[in-house]
């Protein structure tokens, strides 16, 4: 029961942080501090004040880049590199009393998970940016980070169930990736079949 609870809460925090790795450090950190969850290995760095603090900074910073249209596409680009890379570091720490041989499998797997759901979270905002209105953006934000913080939840009460809910998670982004990258190619397509106008001067 405690290895699945161990990769329950493992997938759940792969999955947090490829959607929003800042408020999935912070969260986590200051769960640690406050007794809600023991971090493994030496993942409990992360609930250092300055550790925390860096995150929820930065957490501020996304929360309103995330809310402007197109904006958000261009910090989703950046974090391509990120996101996953923090999920892969994070798993990492998590098995620092296991050693390499079960270090690197599992931060691959974690940065795998994180990347599945950046891209996931990525492409329905591009998707989303194609729609003249910009309140999408905001309620897809606001839904995202409550979704974080649900996982969170979950991985701090009921892993198993968290790492259920990931599983789940994946085998439908394998299919919703798929159909968003279709609509993509053809917003894309229409567009520079049809360019703008130039005004008149």
């Given amino acids: 029961m405690e290895v699945l609870s161990n990769l329950g809460a493992l997938l ?3 999955w947090a942080s490829g959607v929003n790795l800042y408020l999935t450090v912070a969260g986590l950190g200051i769960a640690h501090r406050t007794g809600l969850i023991n971090l493994p290995g030496n993942l409990d760095s ?4 300055p550790v925390i603090a860096v995150a929820i900074l930065l957490y501020a910073i996304e929360f309103f880049a995330d809310k402007i249209p197109y904006v ?3 910090w989703d680009s950046v974090h391509t590199f990120i996101r996953p890379v923090g999920g892969a ?3 990492y720490m998590a098995m620092a009393d296991v050693g390499p041989a079960a270090q690197i499998p599992v931060a691959l797997l974690s940065g795998a ?3 599945d759901s950046h891209l996931t979270k990525a492409t329905s905002r591009a ?3 194609t729609s003249p209105e910009p309140i999408s953006n905001s309620v897809a934000s606001v839904t995202e980070d409550a979704l974080v913080v649900g996982v969170l939840y979950l991985i701090a009460k009921h892993p198993i169930i968290a790492g259920i809910l990931v599983i789940l998670f994946i085998l439908f982004s394998i299919w919703f990736l798929k159909m968003m990258f279709r609509f993509l190619k053809k917003v894309f397509r229409f567009f520079f079949k049809n360019p703008q106008p ?3 001067s």
Avoid: E, K, P, R
């Fill in 113 to 115: 998970v994180s990347m």
């Fill in 72 to 74: 958000d596409s261009a």
């Fill in 12 to 14: 759940g925090g792969s």
């Fill in 89 to 91: 570091l994070l798993a």
């Fill in 46 to 49: 992360i609930s250092a004040i």
């Fill in 127 to 129: 998707a989303i940016n």
């Fill in 198 to 200: 130039q005004a008149a």
